[in-house]
């Protein structure tokens, strides 16, 4: 007998977990939350500011589970984990010459 695809998912506790602290760990002090932090702060509707992210994050995790979902069914899995591979490779490498642009262009006892 061969397995079925269903038989070789993680458990539904791995992939909640899991998820939840890659999502929660990635935006922790980014422009996001920032941006989040001084809405609140000038609105005076902490409740609001609160509702209107959770939402637009809904949102954003909607559009990237429903293109990774039609990405499964086009790409094998090697080839789509060898391209997200390769695409937070080249983002880390872009993130760091800016970051590098920038102390160099940042004169020193600044």
């Known amino acids: 007998m061969t397995e079925t695809g269903a038989d070789q998912r993680p458990p539904f506790t791995t992939v909640l977990f ?22 609140s702060a000038q609105s005076g509707a902490p409740w609001l500011v609160f509702v209107g992210a959770a939402t637009a994050l809904i949102a954003s995790s909607l559009v990237g589970v429903l293109v990774g979902r039609w990405l499964s069914q086009v790409l094998a899995p090697e080839r789509l984990e060898l391209m997200a591979g390769v695409l937070m490779v080249g983002l880390g490498l872009w993130l760091g010459f800016q970051a590098c642009q920038s102390l160099l262009q940042t004169p020193l006892g600044a």
């Open 18 to 39: 899991s998820t939840f602290t890659t999502v929660f760990v990635a935006e922790l002090g980014d422009k996001t939350q920032l941006a989040t932090l001084l809405l």
